[in-house]
C-alpha cells in the first residue's frame, strides 16, 4: 500500500508542480498570448461541456474513427496481400516507396480539386496519411512468419483462410499492432490539418478560426481539447491491445 | 555468392518494371481519356512542368525554405532530446517523475499548435522552425531515452568496477546502446519534420513547398502542382535514404527490421 502510493507520488509530483507553476505564473499575465490558465479553463468549460461538441468534436472523432478503420483495413489487407506474394511485393515496392515519401498534406489541394471539399475527401485523406506503417509493418510480418510452418500447412493442404487466421495473423499481429499505433498517430495528425484546410467545421478548423479572429482564450482552449482527444485515441487504444493481444504480453514476460 | 547477385538483379528488375507499370498505367488512362484532362495532366505535361520549375526562382527559393527550416528545425530538436534525454535515461528518479509529462505531451499533434506559432511568428522563419521543434522532439527523445536505459547494467557495474574513465564508459558502453535507437528516433523524425514543414507552409502560408502547391492550386495550374507533389515525395525518399545511409555508416552492427522488405 505505502509502496504503491510512494510510486504514485514519485511519477505525480513534478507534473503537479509544473501545472500549478503555469498557475501561479500566469495569474497576473498581462501578454495577449499567455493568459492566465484560470481564464484558460473557464473557456475551456464554456466551449466544451457542451456548447460546442457538437459542431467541431463530433466530425473531429467520427472522421478520425473512419480514417482510420479504413487506413486499418486496407492496410492489413494489403499487407498480407503483399506479404504472401514476394514477387508482387518486390514489383509495387518502388511506388509505395514513393508514395509514403510524400507528405500527406501536401496532397491535400489535389485531394480537393479531384473529391470536392466534404467529408469523403478528409477521410480519404486521413486515410491515406495513415495507412502506411500498418501496411509496412503488415508486409514485414507477414514475410517473418516461419516459412517451414507455412510450408508444412500447406503440404497438409490447410485451406488459405485456416493458414491466415492460424499461422500468419498470429505471428504477425503484435507488429502489426504496432504499425497500427503509428498510423493513429498520423490519422489523428491527418484530421486536424484536414480541417485547417478549406474546411468549415471540426476541432482544427476551430483553433484556426480562433486564431484568425484573434480569440486567444479560446485558440487554448481548442488546444487543450486537441491534446486531450490526442492521449484518449491513444489511451484507447492501447487499452483495446493489452485485452487482444494480452497472450503476446503474457508471453514476453515469462 | 553469385546467387545473391542474380537474385539482387531480379529484384531490381522487378522493381524497374513496377516503375514502367505505373508510368504506363497513367499514359493509358491519359491516351483512353479515362480521366478528365484539366485536372488530370498528361505524363509529358508534368514532366516538362518539372523540369521548368528549376529555372523559377520561386520554385528555387521555396525549396531553400522548406529544406532550411527542416534541417535547422532537427538539429535543435536534436540538441535538446540529447541533453534532456541523457538527464532523464541516467537516472531512475528522473524518468519516473517525468515519463507522465513526456506521455501527456507526445499525442498532442504538433499541427494543433499552428495558429499558436502563427499568433507568435507571423509567417517567419520560427514559425515552421518551431512547429517542427516540438513535434520531432518526442520521437527523438524517446528514443534517446530508451537507448540509454538499454545500456546493460552488469556491464555498467563492471565498467564502474575496473574504474574505466568516464570518456571510455561512454564510447564504449553508452553510445553503442545509444546510437542504434537514436538513428531510428532519427529516420521517423526526419519524416515527421518534412510534413510538418509542409503543413505549417500550406496552413500557415509561410514561404516553402507546401505554400507553393496551395497557390498552384487555387490558380488551376494542375501541372506544376502535380510537378511539385511529385518533387516532393522525392525529397522524402532523398532523407529516407540520407538516414539509411548514416545509419549503415554509423551502427553498421545494427540491423533494423522496420521497413527491411521495402
Request: net charge positive; hydrophobic share 55%; glycine share 6%.
Amino acid at each position: 500500500m505505502i509502496r504503491i502510493s510512494a510510486r504514485i507520488a514519485n511519477s505525480l509530483w513534478l507534473p503537479a508542480l509544473l501545472m500549478l507553476l503555469w498557475l501561479v505564473v500566469s495569474a497576473h499575465s498581462s501578454s495577449i498570448y499567455f493568459p492566465p490558465l484560470t481564464n484558460i479553463l473557464s473557456q475551456f468549460r464554456k466551449d466544451w461541456i457542451f456548447a460546442n461538441i457538437g459542431k467541431d468534436v463530433v466530425p473531429s472523432v467520427r472522421n478520425l474513427l473512419l480514417g482510420f478503420i479504413l487506413a486499418s483495413i486496407s492496410g492489413v489487407v494489403l499487407g498480407l496481400v503483399i506479404g504472401l506474394l514476394p514477387t508482387l511485393g518486390k514489383a509495387v515496392s518502388p511506388v509505395i516507396h514513393f508514395l509514403r515519401a510524400i507528405p500527406p498534406p501536401i496532397l491535400l489541394p489535389l485531394a480537393a480539386v479531384l473529391l470536392g471539399l466534404g467529408t469523403s475527401m478528409k477521410v480519404v485523406m486521413i486515410a491515406f496519411g495513415g495507412v502506411w506503417p500498418t501496411l509496412i509493418s503488415t508486409i514485414d510480418a507477414t514475410l517473418s512468419v516461419d516459412p517451414v510452418v507455412l510450408d508444412t500447412a500447406r503440404a497438409y493442404h490447410i485451406p488459405l483462410w485456416t493458414r491466415l487466421r492460424r499461422i500468419v495473423l498470429p505471428q504477425a499481429s503484435p507488429r502489426i499492432a504496432a504499425g497500427l499505433r503509428t498510423s493513429l498517430q498520423l490519422c489523428i495528425f491527418m484530421v486536424v490539418v484536414s480541417e485547417m484546410f478549406a474546411s468549415k467545421g471540426g476541432l482544427g478548423f476551430f483553433v484556426l478560426d480562433a486564431e484568425q479572429t484573434f480569440a486567444i482564450k479560446q485558440l487554448w482552449s481548442g488546444i487543450l481539447m486537441l491534446g486531450l482527444l490526442g492521449i484518449v485515441a491513444n489511451s484507447a487504444f492501447s487499452f483495446f491491445e493489452s485485452r487482444i493481444l494480452r497472450w503476446y504480453f503474457m508471453s514476453q514476460n515469462k | 555468392m553469385t546467387s545473391t547477385y542474380i537474385k539482387k538483379r531480379i529484384r531490381a528488375t522487378t522493381s524497374f518494371a513496377g516503375i514502367v507499370i505505373a508510368l504506363l498505367v497513367w499514359v493509358i488512362a491519359e491516351d483512353a481519356r479515362l480521366l478528365p484532362r484539366s485536372e488530370f495532366p498528361s505524363l509529358s505535361s508534368t514532366a516538362s512542368a518539372f523540369l521548368a520549375q528549376f529555372q523559377s526562382a520561386s520554385f528555387v527559393s521555396a525549396l531553400a525554405a522548406t529544406l532550411s527550416t527542416w534541417a535547422v528545425g532537427l538539429a535543435v530538436a536534436l540538441a535538446i532530446s540529447l541533453l534532456i534525454g541523457s538527464f532523464l535515461g541516467s537516472s531512475a528518479r528522473a524518468f519516473r517523475s517525468s515519463w507522465l509529462i513526456v506521455e501527456f505531451l507526445k499525442p498532442i499533434p504538433p499541427v494543433a499548435l499552428i495558429p499558436l506559432a502563427l499568433l507568435l511568428y507571423g509567417t517567419s522563419f520560427w514559425m515552421p522552425t518551431g512547429l517542427i521543434i516540438f513535434g520531432t522532439v518526442w520521437p527523438l527523445l524517446v528514443h534517446v531515452i530508451a537507448g540509454i536505459r538499454g545500456v546493460d547494467p552488469v556491464a555498467l557495474d563492471s565498467s564502474r568496477a575496473y574504474r574505466l574513465t568516464r570518456r571510455h564508459t561512454l564510447r564504449y558502453l553508452i553510445l553503442p546502446s545509444v546510437l542504434p535507437s537514436l538513428m531510428t528516433g532519427l529516420r521517423i523524425a526526419g519524416s515527421l519534420g518534412l510534413a510538418i514543414a509542409v503543413t505549417a507552409e500550406l496552413i500557415g502560408g509561410s514561404t516553402g513547398l507546401g505554400n507553393f502547391v496551395a497557390l498552384d492550386e487555387s490558380a488551376s495550374k494542375y501541372a506544376p502542382m502535380y510537378a511539385v507533389i511529385i518533387f516532393t515525395g522525392l525529397i522524402g525518399i532523398a532523407i529516407n535514404s540520407l538516414f539509411k545511409f548514416l545509419s549503415r555508416k554509423i551502427v553498421p552492427w545494427h540491423h533494423e527490421r522496420f521497413g527491411a522488405s521495402l
